[in-house]
């Protein structure tokens, strides 16, 4: 019996407009453009693939589920420019076959500069799917995957409103220089973590990233020995883990579907065919879980020890797709150094008896939470070759020297408002 895990991570930043040394209004981002691209990216992913996720949960009578975790940033402009689309993730959520996974609201790297930031953004997340989906995440994945021991133990201690941990478990990469001989295809767990609120040790997801890259990046190239990649080849791949694993893990981003693997390469037919040939290869052995109803129903067989962060970004699978180069590392360091001056402006504000201060104040935190999100510094990586094409598409600047001058310009004059 092989358990297939689907998680998709959505996200769309807000991305911010052209500011320079001499712009000096509070307005960062560029709302044209968000507009424009969250929508083209509803048309092409996120509308086809949720409703054709919608399809194959009813067609195959609740044996097919999914898991997500939805941005808090995305959510907003999902609302803002395609209210739509929160309509059909809240019909996929009253199946009862999709859940929602808690994270940072500003897809941020908070983790490693600001616990007390980290919480609060991770507060700030769970109520938002609260809010819309009537769902309260019991499973955790970190931005891009970032993880270690110390995430681990953080959020394993979380508690929720009932005193007892929030959290069951979390979700990571699985990478081969610390899994050494052993398969992602089993529960771990982490060490020096105690029991969940079922009883049962904190335990770990890992992304099998062999298969999940499969599709998200290997799909379309027609270079690719296994090229074309039918659904029925890859249940027949899936299967394969009996015997080395009882759970495969299938995580990549939502804009695998239309967006980076465009419809005309067959990638949504590929989706809608993927359950049945899961279910036949075995007989109806094989099923869907979601990630809850996986830690719930195995054990962890062993620990997976992560000393250092991973993540799941680039070949190295590190921290350096953010934090490669001085320029990233001085951006983030500026930015998390704002982060009491921001604070301090908003409990002045609440103090007094100006709205306009209070009003100011908010907005203030606001944009510096929104500038914390990890793809203004994404797009400062200077990295070449496989990893720095995928950088370059993603961006929208001609250079990674335009990206920190133009994040720079933004956080400089966030800074003048609020040591005024």
Known sequence: MASVV??????QPFRLRRYSVFDSDPFYFDTKKNAEIARKVADKCYRPATSLILDLVKRHEGRFKVSYAITGVALDQFQEYCPDIIDIFKRLADTGCCEFIGETYYHSLSFLYSREEFKSQVDAHTKKIQDLFGQTP???????????????????TMTGPDGKPRFLGAICEGTDNLLGYRSPNFLYRPPHT????LGKPFSLLLKNYRLSDDIAFRFSNRGWSEWPLSAEKFATWVNQINGNGYICNLFMDYETFGEHQWADTGIFKFLDALPEKVFDVAKGENHFNTPTEAL????????????HVISWADTERDLSAWLGN????????ETYRLERLVKARVAAAASGSDPAAKDNARYALEDWRKLTTSDH????CTKYWADGDVHKYFSPYESPYDAYINFMNCLDNLRSRVTV
């Open 6 to 11: 689907f998680y998709f991570q959505v996200h």
């Open 138 to 156: 019991k499973v955790f994945r970190n931005t891009e995957l970032i993880y270690s021991n110390d995430l681990a133990h953080y959020i394993s």
């Open 194 to 197: 105690g029991n969940n609120a």
């Open 296 to 307: 719930t129903q195995f054990e962890p067989v062993g620990e997976y020890d992560v000393p």
């Open 326 to 333: 001085a320029m990233q590392a001085n951006a983030l360091n």
């Open 377 to 380: 510094f994404y797009y400062m």
